[in-house]
């Protein structure tokens, strides 16, 4: 059987086997573990994918939720005694599957709601007997400096896919989902910003855009009748990374003539998504 099993080998053996054969120098350190792996992926020996994942647990390790969190400043809250009618059109834009509940400010959430505990008032004509405390769900609070894997794996054995970020100081300092935390490791997942794959821009309105940061300068160029210039970067997302002079976090702005990018979503690697918005004329002002 041995005989059988060696011949076989070539085939049979997993990538966690090769991914074995590469560790056998024994790095001293992270960096070294990753310089590794990326050798063994120029080998053959890790397909680009699993490489990708691989780095994405790696940093998820020493990140922590501050690293990822949705702002306070960006949270789209619902107030507590709001009624269904006055409420419902934020619900409709935002798209969002849950919404934190306020009580007399930001600072107190007193619980979650989920969009599709709304469907027996909005479509059963129950609107009149809608009560926002009725279908309240308990809120889910971590501070901001728990580390990414631990949040997960709470994420994971509560069921929960929110959860409200505090500071030191008991305040709201944002949000965090258990999608953020698993588009470290996998990358992009399909939500409420993703369009279809071979579309690179989309249009929200006249003057706001959702981009996605591979997109062809010249392409930008040519839908927005800009002129921005393709001799240094490929892409719109390195031009706007360049103009950061970092790899920029979620929410971050940058202006760029009549153009603001803000960025949607981005690892410690990369930016992946832009909203791209167009600013007032000032045409007046020059003159």
Do not use: C
């Amino acid at each position: 059987m041995n005989e059988d099993r060696s011949s076989n080998e070539p085939t049979q053996r997993s990538w966690f086997e090769r991914l074995g054969q590469a560790l056998m120098g024994e790095p001293q350190d992270r960096e070294q573990l990753v310089e590794l792996l990326r050798d063994a992926e120029q080998r053959n020996l890790l397909n680009p994918d699993a490489l990708s994942m691989i780095e994405g647990v790696l940093q998820v390790s020493e990140m922590q939720v501050r690293d990822i969190m949705i702002p306070r400043s960006q949270m789209v809250i619902i107030e507590r005694e709001a009624k269904l009618q006055e409420f419902l059109p934020v619900v409709i834009e935002a798209a969002h599957s849950r919404y934190p509940v306020i009580g007399d400010n930001k600072d107190e959430v007193v619980g979650m709601m989920l969009a599709k505990d709304l469907l027996p008032f909005t479509a059963g004509g129950e609107a009149d007997n809608f009560n926002l405390r009725d279908i309240l769900r308990p809120a889910v609070f971590v501070p901001e400096s728990k580390r990414l894997d631990v949040l997960l794996k709470e994420f994971r054995s509560s069921r929960n896919h929110m959860a409200i970020v505090v500071d030191e100081y008991g305040g709201v300092a944002g949000l965090v989902t258990i999608e953020d935390v698993l588009e470290q490791i996998v990358g992009d997942i399909e939500d409420e910003h993703d369009f279809d794959e071979n579309a690179a821009i989309l249009k929200l309105n006249n003057d706001e855009f959702t981009v996605k940061a591979l997109t062809e300068v010249d392409e930008f160029n040519e839908y927005f009748g800009t002129n921005y210039s393709d001799d240094e970067f490929d892409t719109i997302g390195g031009l706007v990374m360049n103009s950061f002079g970092h790899v920029p976090k979620r929410n971050e702005i940058v202006i760029l003539g009549e153009w603001q990018f803000r960025v949607m979503r981005a690892d410690k690697r990369r930016v992946h998504l832009l909203k791209v918005i167009r600013l007032p004329d000032q045409a007046d002002s020059d003159d």
